[in-house]
């Protein structure tokens, strides 16, 4: 009904729309983030493996926690796949839930923010007293309208955290603090928000706060120190330190024992959809990952650089709705530099004319020195573009997947989204190839 009736509300008025939205959601569920800590999470890339980090350390308190992130929903032992295909839910879809972390007892409210999400609003009625900043780079420029809007957008979840009251749960009064990045170079834009009392720190290579020493990266994972506390991940790559340091400054900062969140942390076998492999008894290696712009690829790889292969493989497309249409070539390019074969496909098209896409995705390949037909394959298919690569692929091999993740749908022309599993896609093309 809502998003019938936003079509016959004027631009100038859709402010008023989102807000008046908001508020009358909180209301209606009785304002269930006032008797939760909550946690926000922001940034360009890493906030969804943030998240997820978070959700299992916070559990190192002995509380229940809950969390909604681009890929999956948790509360307590109760994990599912997200299917909204929306990074920060609807207003009345996440005060809901919100009132049902509350209704089964969970203490901890972990929720990834996006800047679409704050710019319309609906962070409003959501208590938050922690904001974490990951990192910010040149991203969603044309929804925003710029790179300096898309970074003020960003900010207003700081701006929430210096104008909330304080909260006081269980008896004790929950500090509104910010934990930044201080690595990355805007992160002192945020850190300086007006109003805003308490600031923590983490970083690799800054002092500040909360920093990673004696790092030691692999093929499958990594370990550092952090206070003198041994850390272990499964997940590899630099970036995934950093989303680790976050988690844990958080953590530190709602006094929780570092060596009991360490110990979380390195429980986790894998995080949905973020450098998830498949095992289908096949001599290669398959790794499906998320990574939808240019600087998720160049982690993405830093992060695979330890991994022995012969060739490599990459399966990508680019998103359309007209969102990022510049990112398309770049994309393309970024996996000529890297792997040996890029095969283009389908990824969301909306209703931009998938073919375009394809086409813009496959000229940064050619650009890059790739020649179609030889090392350059482009296939609308998704479905036969994965039969495509696996069927290239050899003993020793790495085959990328980018572009889905875990997510449950593609979505197309008209609204339709049609179902879709990255994983069993690739199990099904192990196994077709295998029978050919």
Not at 78 to 85: G, I
Not at 148 to 156: Q, T
Not at 333 to 351: F, G, Q, R, S
Not at 362 to 384: C, M, Q, S, V
Request: proline share 4%; aromatic share 8%.
């Amino acid at each position: 009904m809502f998003h019938l009736l936003k079509r016959w509300i004027p631009k100038s008025w859709l402010d008023v729309y989102h807000r008046i939205l908001a508020h009358l959601a909180a209301a209606y569920y009785a304002h269930p983030s006032h008797g939760l800590i909550v946690i926000g999470v922001t940034g360009t890339n890493g906030k969804t493996t943030t998240c997820y980090y978070l959700a299992k350390v916070l559990e190192a308190s002995g509380e229940k926690t809950g969390c909604t992130t681009t890929a999956v929903l948790k509360i307590g032992d109760q994990e599912w796949l997200n299917r909204t295909k929306m990074t920060m839910p609807g207003r009345f879809w996440l005060q809901r839930f919100l009132r049902r972390m509350r209704a089964e007892s969970c203490k901890y409210a972990v929720i990834e923010t996006s800047s679409q999400g704050l710019i319309q609003h609906r962070d409003i009625g959501v208590e938050y007293d922690v904001g974490v900043f990951t990192n910010l780079t040149p991203e969603h420029i044309e929804a925003h309208g710029g790179f300096e809007k898309y970074k003020k957008a960003k900010r207003i979840l700081f701006e929430d955290l210096a104008r909330l009251p304080l909260k006081v749960i269980a008896g004790v009064p929950v500090q509104k603090t910010a934990v930044l990045n201080a690595d990355d170079e805007h992160a002192a834009y945020y850190a300086e928000t007006p109003g805003l009392k308490h600031v923590a720190w983490f970083g690799v290579n800054d002092t500040r706060g909360l920093q990673a020493v004696n790092i030691s990266l692999g093929e499958s994972g990594s370990t550092f120190e952090v206070k003198g506390v041994q850390v272990c991940l499964n997940q590899p790559g630099l970036f995934n330190i950093k989303n680790a340091l976050a988690a844990l400054s958080v953590c530190e900062v709602l006094g929780i024992d570092l060596a009991a969140a360490a110990e979380k942390l390195s429980e986790i076998r894998k995080v949905p959809g973020r450098l998830e492999r498949v095992e289908e008894g096949q001599p290669y290696t398959v790794i499906i990952d998320y990574a939808p712009e240019p600087e998720s690829f160049r982690q993405l790889y830093e992060a695979l650089s330890f991994l022995p292969r012969n060739k490599t493989i990459h399966v990508l497309g680019s998103c359309g709705g007209g969102r990022d249409m510049a990112r398309r070539p770049i994309l393309g390019k970024l996996a000529a530099e890297h792997a040996d074969i890029v095969v283009v496909t389908n990824e969301d098209p909306y209703d931009d004319d998938p073919i375009k896409i394809i086409d813009q995705v496959a000229e940064g390949a050619l650009a890059a020195g790739k020649e179609l037909d030889r090392n350059l394959f482009t296939i609308p298919d998704r479905e036969e573009a994965i039969r495509k690569a696996i069927s290239l692929a050899e003993e020793g091999d790495l085959v990328v997947l980018t572009g889905k993740g875990c997510e449950p749908y593609i979505c197309v022309a008209g609204g339709k989204k049609l179902p879709w599993d990255e994983a069993k896609a690739v199990k099904e093309a192990i196994q077709y190839v295998s029978r050919s």
